[in-house]
């Protein structure tokens, strides 16, 4: 079975800090792992994926992770964080033969004070 | 493209009723996953639905159910409604590419009160 650890539940951060939002997880076999992102009363939206290669993946607004294949971890950064980057984030993992089954870390609530 | 669209937005029901609730894919996506969100539990797998069939199954109870029409939309339904099924549920869509299932694209959720 698959498990994902989300190691901090709230992180508070000043607006243009720099903040790393943790993520471990648990598998006897390989998967693909991903970053959603939740704002209030919404859906989940895509942050990025690691699929294979390169192991440092990013995103289009400034987030990135890092695969970390001996450590299980999938962290997520951001050097220099906005106030619209509140909201609560979610790492995932989904097996290569479980179809599109994603297994979701608690979330971890990003607050960012100005 | 339009995104993935589910409704009811909202819903109100009491103890014992049942629900039915429906998603819409992304056109040419034809898998289809339920989710369910509680603060206490978090992200829960329901089931997945590819070309009509169940392709997996979350560890919930029978009550809940799904399904899947040739045009890909899906519906789950909810029988003898429980206090504790009071959630967001979160329908997404993908591709099936050559890895399999492609990223998964979620819709805005219904959010289901049971009174």
């Known amino acids: 079975a698959q498990s994902v650890t989300q190691l901090d539940s709230q992180v508070p951060v000043f607006e243009e800090a720099p903040v790393e939002l943790r993520c471990n997880y648990s598998?006897?076999?390989?998967?693909?792992l991903f970053w959603y992102v939740q704002y209030p009363n919404q859906g989940l939206q895509l942050l990025l994926k690691y699929l294979s290669g390169s192991t440092l993946v990013e995103s289009i607004n400034g987030f990135e992770a890092e695969f970390n294949k001996s450590q299980t971890s999938f962290h997520l950064r951001k050097p220099s964080v906005h106030i619209s980057d509140t909201a609560e984030y979610f790492c995932a993992v989904r097996t290569y033969n479980q179809g599109g089954k994603l297994i979701f870390g608690q979330g971890t609530e990003l607050s960012v004070k100005p | 493209k339009a995104g993935v669209t589910q409704t009811p937005r909202y819903l109100i029901k009491t103890r014992g009723q049942q629900v039915t609730l429906s998603c819409s894919p992304i056109s040419g996506h034809r898998s289809v996953s339920w989710y369910q969100q509680t603060p206490g539990q978090g992200l829960q797998f329901l089931f997945e639905y590819f070309s009509e069939t169940q392709r997996n199954k979350g560890n919930f109870p029978g009550r809940f159910s799904g399904r899947q029409f040739s045009n890909s939309r899906s519906e789950m339904n909810v029988s003898t409604l429980e206090l504790g099924d009071s959630a967001l549920y979160l329908c997404?869509?993908?591709?099936?590419?050559?890895?399999?299932?492609?990223?998964?694209?979620f819709g805005p959720g219904t959010r289901l009160l049971v009174l």
């Open positions: 997404a869509s993908s591709r099936d590419g050559d890895l399999g299932p492609e990223t998964q694209y």
């Open positions: 598998s006897s076999v390989s998967v693909y």
